[in-house]
């Protein structure tokens, strides 16, 4: 079981995502009990890793019982204990001198640049912690969605990200139009697509822009025209960091660089017919904006969000199988006026979801791939951070606006090594007492095929071969019958060293890559 060549995992994967002309295109709900591997395609799908207990909580649970405790527990989640920095609020070291500048200046390098992986590594604790709920799945969706990064031109402070997560947080599966409306004045979506540098006399497009490209129509559904006017009812909203300069990262409204002139976007007038304040513009520019954008352009709007729900939650490249299923969303979208979560509860409890073709259809991202492991070996937050921007995936620092690629572009010549050899070294970073201590905490530890069953469900998405599964119990045994494994395990150094050798085979499995 020699690590695959990358031609050979892409015809395994073309294997598991065989033709899906006759796939199930049923949202109805899915309401027999649930077999062990549909817990785990369910769980696989909604968080970033699976245990043992978890998945034996809810065999014979229905789909509708186990998504809406998802939702529950995502909904108790949303406060976690924030970063030691969110606070840490300092004067403009440019209006100071001395030794306070000095200060002020060290400080400020560390909020714009060292805490933001910092922040990478706190959000790393969070998506470790939480395995039952949807909640960090769809904080990811959304920062891949409306991609911000850090590192552009000058450094997004960590304070202005954290914020943005946050926001992700409690709007998690809320309304589309109450976060794209939040998003518009975000602290940090307004420095990175230059919405602070939009005035009045030099309107700047790119917020306007990427507000329809990529966060609500998509390409070919909207004018160059609509982002002309756009741009300009987004005029004068500005973001401070100092305390000196008023409050720190609460996004303000500058009343004499708003364009107050009359504008026209979609055929609806934009008249400054009332008192210009923070709360009228947001009222009468922003939110009517939004809500032009979803009215004029509400089944597209929906259409768009919907498939990239999907492609998210169920397959990444959409047939024309699929596309029914992506109409059902989006007429779901409409009838909902927007809400997201009745949406993403029918579609994740559907007949279509569970339908055999969607399992072990995915690619695995970085975060699945590492946290899958981090959550049951020793090994630091920040350093897995670290491997997961190695690998590609580089929180709170998307390669461009329009986010991750996903899908196959996880796999490559480069990273598929690269992959099993930061995964070796999460699993090196463990004593053999420690593996060992993992393998016999497992219900059922003491049969080595209960045991071999156990560790395969974690990291692979579908069973294996009668053949296959011999091969990965062997590693346990070495050759020997599957009654001294009752012997085996009374040394714990020898457990731990066949623990450790049978994790180096299952990562080089091509199910490993797939979920």
């Known amino acids: 079981m020699g690590i695959i060549s990358r031609r050979n995992f892409f015809d395994s994967l073309l294997e598991s995502t065989r033709s899906r002309l006759d796939i199930n295109a049923n949202l109805d709900e899915y309401t027999q009990p649930l077999s062990r591997l549909q817990v785990q395609h369910l769980l696989r799908r909604t968080t970033f890793s699976l245990s043992n207990s978890i998945i034996d909580k809810y065999v014979g649970k229905t789909a509708g019982f186990v998504v809406d405790e998802l939702f529950t527990n995502a909904d108790a989640a949303i406060n976690p204990s924030p970063p030691f920095f969110h606070n840490d609020h300092i004067k403009n070291p440019g209006n100071l001198s001395g030794k306070q500048r000095e200060e002020a200046d060290a400080k400020r390098n560390l909020l714009f640049g060292e805490y933001n992986y910092v922040l990478g590594e706190w959000w790393v604790t969070l998506m ?58 975000d602290g940090a979506m307004l420095k990175y697509l230059n919405g602070n540098l939009n005035i009045s006399a030099s309107p700047n497009e790119n917020y306007a822009r990427e507000l329809m490209e990529l966060f609500s129509l998509g390409v070919g559904n909207y004018t160059e025209q609509d982002v002309r006017e756009a741009s300009k009812i987004l005029t004068g909203w500005k973001v401070n960091y100092f305390l000196d300069e008023g409050t720190p990262y609460k996004p303000y409204l500058n009343i004499a660089e708003f364009d107050k002139s009359t504008k026209i976007f979609m055929g609806e007038v934009f008249a400054v017919n009332y008192e210009v304040n923070e709360q009228n513009v947001f009222k009468n520019s922003i939110q009517k904006l939004i809500d032009v954008i979803l009215s004029k352009k509400g089944e597209v709007a929906a259409k768009f969000i919907s498939n990239k729900l999907y492609q998210y939650f169920v397959y990444a ?34 007949q279509h979801f569970f339908d055999d073709l969607n399992v072990g259809a995915q690619v695995k991202s970085p975060a699945e791939t590492v946290i899958g492991m981090l959550k049951h070996l020793k090994y630091p937050d920040r ?32 990273t598929l090594p690269t992959t099993v050899y930061y995964i070796k070294e999460i699993i090196n970073n463990n004593t053999n007492t420690e593996l060992a201590n993992w393998a016999l905490s497992i219900e059922g530890s003491g ?30 045994l070495s050759g020997a019958p599957d009654y001294e494994w009752y012997e085996i395990i009374k040394n714990k150094d020898q457990t731990g060293q066949r623990v450790r050798s049978f994790l180096f085979e299952i990562i080089k499995a091509p199910e490993y890559f797939l979920f």
């Open 383 to 414: 350093w897995a951070r670290n491997i997961m921007a190695t690998l590609g995936l580089e929180l709170f620092n998307p390669p461009n606006v329009a986010g991750w690629k996903g899908y196959r572009s996880w796999i490559s010549t480069k």
């Open 447 to 476: 049969d080595v095929q209960i045991l071999t069953e156990r560790y395969i469900e974690l990291f692979l998405a579908r069973p294996v071969s009668e053949d296959r599964f011999k091969k990965f119990k062997n590693v346990f």
């Open 128 to 185: 470790k912690k939480d395995t039952v709920s949807v909640l960090e799945k769809m904080v990811l969706f959304w920062h891949d969605h409306f991609a911000t990064q850090f590192q552009s031109c000058d450094n997004i402070p960590a304070i202005s990200m954290y914020r943005q997560n946050d926001l992700f947080r409690k709007n998690y599966a809320g309304n589309l139009r109450n976060l794209l409306e939040q998003l518009t004045i």
């Open 317 to 350: 490249n959409p047939q024309k199988a699929d596309a029914s299923v992506i109409d059902q969303m989006a007429k779901l979208v409409t009838d909902n006026n927007f809400e997201l979560k009745p949406v993403l509860k029918r579609l994740l409890k559907s």
